[in-house]
């Protein structure tokens, strides 16, 4: 492996930047946070202090260093920036959702397969340990042919931040480009392109101008997927269900990491990423005639696996985990979502 650092530049130090960018780059051998593009102030130097605070996008992007630049802003400015950057020669990663339009998105992946550089959207939900679990389970075959899965992001918010940026009419706003992104993700990294979507998006809480919850099925030849997400759910559904022809698996609860990485915590510490027994998901096999119950351990999480990958792409050492392609077939998916809800129908897969 090349012993060179790669300097990165992470764009916002809000929620993404702070919490999910910044501690996960820095706890990776041969990533270096170099440049935080702060609007005012530099409260990145105050925990980074060997990265430096610039503030503006075109000031991180005249930086002949940096190498890599990391998208951690409104959804809305994506595109724009991540064009930039990447005629800039820039190597890009972006927070999700990786665009507003699938248009947008085919046309950043071609101009950086044009000039040779990585782009990746952050889909960190990948690296979660119920997910590495799940995808463990399915390859094992334990649960049989798949049946029906599910996947929840359920929270209880009932009071929106209409102030907020996330709550704004914008493109790529809304709680399906949202949390919808990572269950999607998800679900077509698992099971690839459906055949068709039939999906009905809500606006529930008072006085939001976009989506605050979903219900979508993805339609398989002989499989069944259904995300959702809802914020006024005090006793949130399971994050994941999976029912086959010889049994089941149920887990309630989401990752520890994103909490840890709010409570200032760093990966690299033991028992980094791990749940604790009692969250563990509950396995059910029948084997003739007899049924079992087990409680399946959780595998551990690793947000830094993610940008390990980016790393090592980067240096031509391995291939991209997560492509331009498949975020690109990703906000695809949430495109055909949005008009299945719309006109109030199940609606054909296409690519375009």
């Known amino acids: 492996m090349s012993e060179r650092s790669i300097k ?5 130090f809000g929620l993404a930047g702070k919490v999910f960018h910044a501690p996960n780059i820095s706890a990776v051998k041969g990533l270096e946070l170099a440049a935080v593009v702060e609007r005012s ?18 000031e991180l992007l005249a930086l002949s260093d940096i190498e890599l630049v990391v998208l951690a802003t409104p959804s809305d400015t994506h595109f724009v920036m991540a064009k930039q950057a990447l005629l800039a020669s820039k190597h890009v990663v972006i927070d ?18 044009e000039r040779n550089l990585v782009l990746s959207a952050f889909h960190n939900r990948r690296f979660d340990g119920d997910f590495r679990t799940v995808v463990k389970l399915l390859g094992a075959g334990t649960l049989g042919r798949l049946v029906e899965y599910e996947a929840h992001y359920d929270r209880y918010r009932p009071e929106p931040n209409l102030d907020g940026w996330k709550e704004q009419n914008l493109p790529g706003n809304g709680m399906l480009f949202d949390l919808g992104s990572h269950l ?3 679900a077509l990294t698992l099971f690839g392109t459906p055949n068709s979507i039939t999906a ?13 919850g979903f219900d979508v099925t993805l339609h398989y030849d002989a499989l069944r997927v259904k995300l959702a997400s809802s914020m006024y759910k005090l006793e949130p559904g399971p994050r994941f269900g999976l029912y086959g022809t010889l049994g089941s698996y149920v887990k309630y609860g989401v990752d520890p990491q994103e909490d840890a990485l709010k409570r200032g915590e760093r990966p690299g510490v033991v028992g980094w990423g791990e749940e604790p027994e009692e969250c563990w998901g509950t396995l059910r096999t029948m084997k003739n005639g007899v049924a079992s119950r087990t409680t399946l351990r959780t595998e551990a999480g690793d947000y830094t696996a993610y940008y390990a990958n980016v790393r090592d792409a980067i240096r031509g050492e391995a291939k991209l985990a997560v492509t331009a392609e498949e975020a690109t077939r990703l906000i695809r998916a949430l495109e055909l979502a949005e ?12 690519d375009r």
Do not use: C
């Not at 409260?43 to 503030?55: D, I, K, L, P």
């Not at 999700?96 to 397969?113: G, Q």
């Not at 009905?200 to 605050?212: A, I, K, S």
């Not at 008009?339 to 296409?350: L, M, N, P, V």
């Open 96 to 113: 999700k959702p990786f665009a507003a339009t699938s248009m947008e998105a085919r046309e950043l992946d071609a101009i950086a397969r």
């Open 339 to 350: 008009e299945s809800s719309r006109a109030g129908r199940t609606i054909a897969w296409s």
């Open 41 to 58: 102030g530099n409260r990145s130097t105050v925990e980074y202090s060997a990265s430096r605070t610039v503030h503006s996008f075109e």
């Open 200 to 212: 009905e998006l809500l606006m529930q809480r008072p006085g939001v101008r976009v989506n605050d």
């Open 8 to 12: 990165a530049g992470v764009v916002g």
């Open 184 to 186: 999607m993700d998800q």
